[in-house]
């Protein structure tokens, strides 16, 4: 059975190929955007012949840029959660780790490290493992 590291570093390099952009498989100490870092998961079960057959994971990302001006940020932040999705349509099982992993929400987000704040927004990947 798959464990929450190895879907977290599944969706890391699902997404590292994503051109100029940091990824990190979990919460980094320190962040420098422009990047992607996944985050702690929730669990839900889904029974099947009372017994655990499948868990639904849903992992929240947080994606930040630069901010050198207000629209060059969102337009930033816009290709970048197109092509967050891109990459999940095309490799939705995460090279064969998961049964599927599809974008469902994108809420906008401030990150915030070192002292600054970033634009981002706040994706939500509901996997089934």
Known sequence: ???GRDISEALAAALSVIPDVRVYAYGPDSFL???IAVQQP???WEAGNRTFSAI????P???AVARNSEREA???LYRLVEAISDVLAEDHDLGGVVQTARLTTASPATVTSNGSDYPGYSITIEVIA
């Open 1 to 3: 059975m798959v464990n």
């Open 33 to 35: 955007p422009p990047g």
């Open 42 to 44: 929730t669990m839900n």
């Open 56 to 59: 639904q994971w849903t992992y």
């Open 61 to 63: 990302l947080l994606v």
């Open 74 to 76: 969102q337009a930033s």
